[in-house]
């Protein structure tokens, strides 16, 4: 059994002398009555709410009165149509151990919708249907998301989505030359592109302009929805309003939506703004008169704004908005707990967002189908390293980034938060995002992440203003597939270019202490300059590059010239505040980091790990620019399943041109690694099950290396989860990646 978190516990302190009132909402309700009854009397005289705005208000009355007093709000099962969203405020607020809780009725499950139900379909060309909005209120919506039978819908689109190949179908590609990725090309703009000769249909649409390219611009990190400016068929060229994030290469892909057209598929759809008019192919036949659909008119079905406290909302769904489903801005001691968010937000929005406060929590939810992310979680203040402590633990997180390819399962950030307990898969980049300081990501399982999109890991950070993330720990958590999904040897790969951890552009201070990862394309753990990072009793397997990488910078190197500025400010921003003395080799000044051999990083230390390879041609370590003598390592068992254990290790300079580097262990030690390190089996319960656990005889915990809680990975059950047990959503493990 695992203990209940200390915040939670204190959100549920009963105080013996604290008294209760609840009120009850249902879709039967009537606002004129007392909304005391769960269910109307006899006589329908009296019974409960029908709104959440009239309950408030009996809310805040009571609390007027008696502000010592436990306040409940019950919901009944039901669609409560939030057209304009719900808010609460710092009124609406509790005390400890007499919180103001919302929350479904016992056992049934209110849904809490941010739009309208569109009904009144009439045939109109085949399958297609169409309605007029103007006639059901919304003669101005805009919307880009449309709900039906609980699903999102695709929104009219060339090529079409193709729902047995996902992330590798449905694509156009970029005419031109191919260029190398990391290569400058000088005159390049972020707006224009052309299309293959044998795509002709941009040049065919009546209305261009309202077209939207759906595109991964250069490198392959995340996308971006830009409105057309132009077409020329002649030239084949289309011209964008507004830039990418980089230009748009010959070979990326791309789709095109908002095109009256191209509705010609099942589940597609389109909205006329200049006529009010919906039209709309549902997936699958159905009687027009018996089509309703959902679409969003809020950005946020729930609200809870500055200064709001002891507040809880448990046992609620919420589903259909343009942004963030739910927001806590500047709270404190607020639980979101065992709710389900599914199907919101647009490029934008996220399923929970934390902004700021303190001890607010997000526990318990099923949260998929996100525009963006998952869970977003900030607050504390970096520079006096005062804890936000808000944290998102036991959630199940999948199928995030549906429109935001940068989209991850809980962005994490601020100072002093936590992310744990977590289950998350199926998203197009990472599970987890950070930056930030003393940031706690454990007892996690992330699996098959990095579906869409190159350079990514499980988890990931970085570190250009020096500070980031430093004195955060990463421990006890599964990591697995990270997969990542690219262009390579001219064509579409998966896996690729992915690995488990990844501290990147200098992050430092970072303890990474008892995970499993497996199976990352190139490896479980990349440091990318990294620096003063501990890296302790992990197990690192199937890495097809290394187990663990590390690619350093020079003092030439144009990554350290172009940061360095930033480093400099960040560094001496915080470096007089007391609370950063005791942080982890903060003496030394980032000018004063370039090593004698020209190398950066330095203070890494790698030792009691277990790296098992499973490929003849993958290494133990491989090293880049790497100062041994600064970055030791020692104790950790190594193994090679295919062969014998090699590494890949920088060239000295004073090696020929075309030397080879060297692979061999010994060579390794020679450098002053490892020197009291085994070659062994490691001796796990079961490896072709992914069962990392050690047999008692296992030659690692004779240099010391401690067995990992494998069983306090993960969610658990809990009165406060939505679910359980936890059924998995389908996903790349089921139907894996095709390119």
């Not at 019974?47 to 805040?60: K, V």
């Not at 919304?138 to 609980?150: E, H, P, V, W």
């Not at 995970?515 to 440091?527: K, Q, S, T």
Request: aromatic share 10%; net charge neutral; charged share 25%.
């Amino acid at each position: 059994m695992i203990p209940k978190l200390i915040s939670i516990l204190c959100l549920f302190a009963a105080i013996p002398t604290a008294r209760a009132a609840e009120f009850f909402i249902a879709p039967s309700g009537n606002d004129a009555w007392s909304g005391k009854l769960a269910q109307a009397n006899d006589k329908n005289s009296d019974g409960p709410f029908l709104t959440l705005e009239r309950a408030r208000d009996a809310a805040r009355e009571v609390r007027k009165t008696a502000p010592a007093d436990a306040i409940t709000v019950s919901i009944r099962a039901g669609f409560y149509r939030l057209p304009k969203g719900f808010k609460l405020s710092k009124e609406d607020s509790g005390q400890a151990g007499a919180p103001v809780t919302w929350r479904g009725y016992n056992d049934e499950w209110p849904v809490l919708v941010g739009g309208k139900v569109v009904s009144g379909f009439e045939p109109f060309k085949g399958e297609i249907l169409k309605v007029d909005l103007a006639a059901q209120g919304l003669k101005d919506a805009k919307f880009s998301q449309l709900i039906f039978n609980g699903e999102r819908q695709h929104l009219a689109r060339w090529p079409n989505y193709d729902p047995q190949n996902p992330y590798g179908g449905g694509w156009a590609y970029a005419d031109g030359k191919l260029v190398p990725m990391y290569a400058e090309v000088p005159g390049e703009d972020r707006r224009t592109f052309k299309y293959k000769e044998a795509d002709a249909r941009p040049g065919t649409w009546a209305n261009p302009a309202e077209a939207e390219v759906f595109v991964f611009a250069r490198y392959n990190w995340w996308n971006n929805i830009v409105r057309f400016a132009s077409v020329d068929p002649a030239t084949r060229t289309i011209k964008l309003s507004a830039d990418c994030s980089y230009p748009i290469r010959p070979g990326d892909r791309y789709y095109v939506q908002n095109v009256f057209e191209e509705l010609d598929a099942p589940g597609e759809w389109y909205l006329d703004k200049k006529s009010a008019t919906l039209y709309f192919w549902p997936p699958k036949k159905v009687r027009a008169q018996a089509v309703e659909v959902l679409v969003p008119t809020t950005r946020t079905i729930l609200d809870v704004g500055e200064g709001a406290h002891h507040l809880t909302i448990r046992g609620l769904r919420f589903q259909c908005c343009e942004g963030t489903a739910v927001e806590f801005k500047n709270a404190s001691d607020c639980l979101f707990a065992g709710n389900k968010v599914t199907d919101v937000g647009d490029y934008h929005g996220s399923g929970v967002g934390i902004n700021g406060g303190f001890n607010n929590g997000v526990a318990g939810c099923d949260i998929s189908g996100t525009g963006s992310n998952g869970v977003s979680i900030n607050g504390g203040d970096r520079k006096t390293l005062t804890a936000g402590n808000n944290y998102a633990d036991n959630n199940y997180i999948h199928h995030v980034g549906v429109f935001y390819k940068q989209g991850v399962g809980i962005s994490m950030s601020g100072c002093g938060n936590r992310a744990s307990h977590n289950l998350i898969h199926d998203g197009p980049r990472m599970g987890i995002m950070f930056s930030g300081n003393n940031l706690i990501i454990e007892y996690n399982h992330i699996r098959h992440i990095n579906l869409e999109t190159a350079d990514t890991g499980a988890v990931y950070t970085g570190g250009r203003d020096w500070i980031s993330s430093r004195g955060t720990v990463i421990r006890y958590n599964y990591f697995h597939d990270s997969l990542g999904y690219g262009f390579e040897n001219g064509k579409w790969e998966s896996p690729h270019y992915s690995w488990g951890i990844y501290l990147d552009d200098n992050a430092g201070g970072v303890d990474v202490i008892g995970n499993i990862v497996a199976r990352a394309r190139r490896g479980p753990l990349h440091l990318h300059n990294g620096r003063d990072n501990l890296v302790e009793n992990n197990i690192f397997v199937d890495g097809k590059i290394a187990q663990i990488e590390c690619n350093g910078w020079t003092e030439q190197s144009r990554s350290w010239a172009t940061h360095l500025p930033t480093m400099i400010k960040g560094y001496e921003s915080v470096i007089d505040q007391p609370a950063w003395k005791s942080m982890r080799n903060m003496d030394l000044h980032p000018s004063k980091a370039v090593l004698p051999d020209s190398t950066i990083m330095s203070g890494n230390v790698f030792q009691r790990n277990i790296l098992v390879s499973m490929d003849a041609k993958a290494k133990a370590f491989k090293v880049g620019s790497f100062n041994y003598e600064k970055n030791p390592s020692d104790y950790n068992l190594v193994w090679n399943t295919a062969g014998p254990v090699k590494v890949g290790m920088s060239k000295p300079k004073t090696a020929a041109k075309n030397a080879p580097a060297k692979e061999n262990w010994e060579d390794w030690q020679a450098a002053g690694e490892d020197a009291h390190s085994l070659v062994a089996d490691p001796m796990f319960v079961d490896a072709a099950k992914d069962d990392y656990r050690l047999k008692p005889d296992s030659p690692a915990f004779k240099l010391g290396f401690k067995a990992i809680p494998v069983e306090k990975i993960g969610p658990y059950k809990d009165e406060l989860r939505a679910t359980w047990p936890i059924v998995e959503a389908e996903g790349a493990r089921e139907k894996p990646l095709t390119p």
